[in-house]
């Protein structure tokens, strides 16, 4: 379990804890292990399709996306083999806190504080309105299962795209070892929010 320290070297870098100029001044207080660090959850996909399986880690999201040309998709989805929902449209995304920040976020659903253990299932265009965000304890055990005709794109990590037919299934658990990463020394991740999201910020327009 060797921590990760994130550096922003591109605009935004959510993630990354550590501006260039707080890098040089840290540096060795992070080789020498003096940082604070916190983990965070990691999932487990497995996609199966007949005998064929592959198995990977995730540090973000999954996402099933139906192709531009087709028709919406549906996502049966089950919690510890319990029908969760059916995802009638066009997706959904499965994100962790880490993640949540990210396409989620974008797509309406909720943050999630990096240390909980939880995934939240965020659909893409539903075509009920009923069918909001959810969050879900890690600890159980996500299947999803495309039926029929369906065709979907599943993205892990914004990274390759496969394609989904019907009788294929995707298995998500959380995954046994957690992510650890180096955490600012003085900024916790409620200023980070702030930081770069301007989170709560009020802004006011001038009538004059």
């Known amino acids: 379990q060797v921590p990760l320290l994130g550096v922003n070297f591109g605009k935004f870098g959510f993630l990354a804890e550590y501006e260039l100029p707080e890098l040089l001044v840290n540096l060795q207080q992070a080789v020498d292990g003096k940082l604070p660090t916190r983990q965070s959850l990691l999932l487990k996909v497995k996609v199966t399709r007949g005998d064929e399986v592959v198995e990977r880690v995730v540090v973000n999201d999954v996402v099933l996306q139906r192709a531009p040309d087709k028709r919406m998709s549906h ?112 900024r916790t991740y409620f200023d980070t929010l702030r930081l770069k999201f301007d989170w709560s910020k009020r802004t006011t327009v001038s009538r004059t």
């Open 75 to 186: 996502v049966f989805t089950y919690y510890d083999d319990a029908l969760l929902a059916d995802y009638f449209g066009d997706g959904m995304i499965l994100s962790t806190p880490l993640g949540s920040t990210a396409y989620n976020l974008a797509a309406g659903g909720a943050l999630l504080h990096p240390e909980l253990e939880a995934v939240i299932l965020t659909p893409l265009c539903p075509h009920t309105l009923s069918l909001r965000p959810l969050v879900v304890p890690a600890a159980g055990v996500l299947n999803l299962k495309v039926e029929g005709d369906d065709s979907l794109s599943l993205t892990m990590d914004g990274e390759g795209t496969t394609e989904l037919q019907g009788g294929d299934s995707v298995e998500i658990r959380e995954a046994s070892t957690p992510l650890t990463l180096v955490a600012h020394p003085t």
